[in-house]
């Protein structure tokens, strides 16, 4: 089992940052890889981004390309969701997820909810006009 726990959502102003932690834990963690998703208000929940574990290498959804970061901590088992420029559409809660096993070709379901099998309780970021 792994648990997963968001933390360093809140209020922001138009064109302000927030970096979102999280960070991981269980018996023996070791996962492949870790992605963010958020969800707006009567929205479906929508992927912000992911990170191979090993390799660091990333992915990011077309709205946040070049105004958010994802990097990881391996001693504190941790990935940061670093978010610069933030505008109003970026309003939701944030949820990090972790697919805890190696799967080939996993990078094709980056961005798919079915590519994670742990997900963490969320972080509501808010971002006012």
């Known amino acids: 089992q792994v648990q997963l726990v968001e933390s360093g959502g809140g209020l922001v102003q138009t064109g302000g940052s927030l970096r979102l932690s999280c960070a991981a834990s269980?018996?023996?963690?070791?996962?492949?890889?870790m992605g963010w998703f958020r969800q707006a208000p009567g929205k479906e929940r929508q992927v912000v981004g992911a990170i191979i574990w090993s390799v660091s290498t990333t992915f990011y959804a077309d709205s946040v390309k070049g105004r958010f970061t994802i990097s990881r901590d391996n001693a504190r088992n941790t990935v940061y969701l670093q978010m610069n420029s933030l505008i109003p559409e970026d309003t939701a809660v944030y949820f990090c997820a972790v697919q805890s096993k190696y799967e080939s070709n996993w990078y094709r379901r980056w961005a798919s909810e079915y590519g994670y099998d742990f997900w963490g309780q969320g972080t509501q970021v808010t971002v006012s006009s």
């Open positions: 269980g018996r023996t963690f070791s996962g492949y890889a």
